[in-house]
């Protein structure tokens, strides 16, 4: 499964972006996708993930009530919508998959190249 993120920017505090994962595999579908943020102080963590149907889906604390994860598996591409954004969302975001969730981003199989996320106070 290969994996493509992007959507990042900057942005000022309070503001939105939307993060976008897109894959061309065709097995895409199947696998449940995560996204996970770092910075240069901080290892991976997670912030949300969803399940291969769609209908589940998994929050950090930080980012519950401000993010949204969605996919469309007729698009392959699952979305990260980011409200709210607060300057200490900033990060470089990654999206990976794999079977079923996990919140160690260590089980992920799969990881596309990171997009930055600057969130301007």
């Known amino acids: 499964v290969q994996l493509q993120a992007s959507g990042g920017g900057l942005v000022q505090a309070g503001g939105s972006l939307r993060l976008s994962c897109a894959s061309s595999?065709?097995?895409?579908?199947?696998?449940?996708v995560g996204w996970f943020r770092q910075t240069p102080r901080k290892e991976r963590e997670f912030v949300a993930a969803?399940?291969?149907?769609?209908?589940?889906?998994y929050y950090a604390d930080s980012v519950k009530g401000r993010f949204t994860i969605s996919r469309d598996n007729a698009k392959n591409t699952v979305s990260l919508q980011m409200n709210s954004l607060k300057p200490e969302d900033t990060a470089v975001y990654y999206c990976?998959?794999?079977?079923?969730?996990?919140?160690?981003?260590?089980?992920?199989?799969?990881w596309g190249q990171g997009t930055l996320v600057t969130v301007s106070s």
């Open positions: 990976a998959a794999r079977p079923t969730v996990s919140y160690s981003p260590r089980s992920w199989d799969y």
């Open positions: 595999g065709r097995t895409f579908s199947s696998y449940a």
């Open positions: 969803i399940m291969w149907g769609g209908g589940t889906t």
